[in-house]
């Protein structure tokens, strides 16, 4: 505490190694999209595709949701560190268009949601007919599937994009209005993206397998989309505090972020677990199949998952000291990204791939390899370039903010 | 030699208080320590205050849960009386995993209130025993060692000027509720 002098207009330069770096990673995943479809793997593409968009589009919609939070927690500690989830919240759009084209181009090529999306599922007595997947058509139709994507992430998008600029008009004229205003939005949004986003994991990952369904699959994917967001707020925060900006950024600011990641982890983990016990204990074929895929074909994902987004936070977040330092805080953020790609992947390949990774007629199966790896460095790079250029386009602290000195004086 | 065991400041602003803390601890005249009605923010680093050691103690009881819920259920379902529930193996984790993080909540949270009992020593039917009464209304009380620092009118000079309203020399370390 006391007198601190920062330059809390500075703003962040995009240049250089991270700005190549960036484009190095989209290329590389262009090359993979390109290598992917060249040799035939069109669904596995498609597959990866879903995967990276639909994890950047949640990162980047759970920023704004961060932003919502605090607006409605009226929280002092993060007022200095919100340009960064304002930045995940503007490039929102961008991954929101991706998402919707990857979905658009596999229903259309019928390379994702086959399960439901074939007419001639729906024709009474033809032999394709589908008794249970007719009666989901009321919901599960393209017009109506489409619409209700487009709906609920154009309204995700328009909130993130809104909070983003009152905020940087709140640096032009300051003044309480815009506070006030982000805040009663906030409550709106918050409304409408707790009911919506169960929904819209619904639609986009769980409906791969329309004929299973679990009620929990909405907060699983909340959590984890929450989690991954936080997570990656973190590492930006730190690696730009290692860059030499953000210097006002304390262990404090750590400690809660830390805080947000182990606390969100568990709950990752309590929803998981709390489908997955009911399943394991009533043990019906209908709700098992789930985890009878996953367990006969990605036994070792299974166990992976766990093991990086329960027991690396719980055990190395546990401690406060670890809490409070850079290096282990960037470390378990980036063991908790990698173990949500994998949590993705555990959702989306089994259930777009019959029979996992094995190669059934000649149709090739799910797998880890150059597709895989390209795609998801083609979307890092992607969501670095994206939001470090909406990062650099603003000072790095919004200098109007009503509760700017309480986040510059916080100390835990 | 006096019989004075502890000297009190009193004060009635928890600035002026930290600042009574700066001037002793200039003139190294060590603090025993100080009462506040409410949380002061930054006030342990300034005493020198070690950190609790509350999380770990929590950490113990919480794990000492888990094993007795584990170990409990072993004896019961395999060990004394094997049942076949719905196929499956008689020790089948995932179905005591809710009841295991019970008992860790629940060991944890009675071993953290007696631990609180047994370092502050409240006790139910204890009557507690402090060294200034108004440290729970509306005084910060600075307590200092009047045994081991033997300069007291320069104990008292400093207080004074630091802003307490008063200095009481105790000839007893506590006064109780009694």
């Known amino acids: 505490m006391g007198t601190h002098h920062y330059n809390l207009s500075e703003q962040f330069e995009f240049t250089g190694k991270v700005k190549i770096l960036s484009i190095v990673g989209i290329l590389i995943g262009v ?13 596995r593409t498609f597959a990866n595709l879903l995967l990276m968009a639909y994890y950047f589009a949640c990162v980047c919609m759970s920023g704004a949701f961060f932003l919502a939070v605090q607006y409605v927690a009226q929280a002092g500690w993060s007022a200095s560190i919100l340009r960064v989830p304002q ?28 399960h439901w999306a074939d007419p001639e599922l729906l024709v009474e007595g033809g032999a394709k007919y ?26 995700y998008s328009f909130f993130a994009i809104k909070f983003a600029q009152w905020s940087g008009q709140e640096d032009l004229h300051g003044g309480l209005d815009y506070y006030r205003k982000g805040f009663k939005n906030a409550c709106i949004f918050l409304v409408i993206y707790g009911f ?35 997570a990656t707020i973190a590492v930006i925060i730190i690696l730009l505090r290692k860059a030499g900006y953000m210097q006002w950024v304390n262990n404090s600011h750590l400690h809660n972020l830390g805080q947000f990641i182990f606390g969100f982890s568990i709950f990752w983990t309590y929803v998981w677990f709390s489908q997955f016990l009911l399943i394991y204990y ?21 166990y992976i998952n766990l093991i990086l987004n329960f027991l690396t936070p719980l055990l190395l977040l546990m401690d406060r000291d670890n809490k409070r330092s850079e290096n282990i805080l960037l470390t378990v953020s980036i063991v908790v990204l990698c173990g949500h790609w994998v949590d993705y992947y555990q959702m989306i390949m089994p259930g777009v791939f019959e029979f996992g990774p094995k190669v059934i007629d000649g149709k090739p199966g799910s797998g880890f390899g150059f597709i895989e790896i390209g795609i998801a460095l083609g979307f890092i790079g992607l969501f670095t370039y994206t939001v470090l250029s909406a990062l650099s386009k603003k000072a790095l602290a ?5 509760f700017l000195q309480e986040s510059l004086n916080h100390h835990l | 030699m006096s019989n004075i065991k502890y000297i ?52 113990f009881f919480g794990i000492t849960g888990t094993i007795t819920m584990l170990t409990g259920v072993y004896l019961a379902t395999v060990v004394d009386w094997p049942i076949n529930i719905g196929g499956k193996t008689h020790f089948a984790l995932p179905d005591f995993i809710p009841i295991t993080f019970e008992l860790t909540i629940l060991f944890c949270a009675f071993g953290l209130v007696g631990s ?3 370092s502050t020593h409240l006790f139910p039917g204890r009557a507690p025993r402090v060294m200034d009464l108004r440290a729970s209304n509306d005084r910060f009380i600075i307590a200092v060692d009047a045994k081991e620092n033997t300069d007291h009118t320069k104990i008292d000079e400093l207080l004074k000027g630091a802003g307490a309203l008063e200095v009481k020399h105790n000839e007893r370390k506590y006064i109780s509720y009694e």
């Open chain 1, 282 to 302: 009533a043990n019906m074929s209908e709700e098992t199949v789930y985890f009878y895929k996953r367990f006969n074909n990605y036994e070792s994902w299974f």
């Open chain 1, 196 to 230: 919506t986003t169960p929904i819209f994991a619904f639609d986009t990952i769980m409906s791969l397998e329309a004929h299973w369904f679990s009620t929990m699959f909405g907060w699983y994917n909340f959590a984890a989309m929450w989690v991954s967001s936080l």
């Open chain 2, 8 to 59: 009190l400041g009193s004060f009635g602003d928890p600035d002026e208080m930290m600042h009574g803390i700066e001037k002793l601890q200039e003139n190294n005249i060590k603090i025993h320590d100080v009462y506040t009605p409410m949380p002061i923010h930054g006030i342990e680093a300034k005493l020198g205050i070690k950190r609790s050691r509350l999380d770990i103690a929590a950490f």
């Open chain 1, 87 to 114: 930045a995940m919240a503007k490039t929102l759009p961008i991954a929101v268009i991706i998402l919707l084209a990857v979905i658009g181009l596999g229903l259309y090529t019928h390379n994702l949601y086959h």
């Open chain 1, 31 to 43: 090359g993979a999209i390109a290598y992917g479809f060249i040799s035939d793997a069109h669904e």
């Open chain 1, 130 to 155: 589908d008794k249970l997947i007719a009666g989901k058509s009321a919901f599960l139709n393209i017009p109506f599937f489409m619409g209700r994507q487009i709906v609920f992430l154009g309204a």
């Open chain 2, 116 to 118: 609180y009992y047994a």
């Open chain 1, 398 to 402: 919004p200098k109007n903010h009503p």
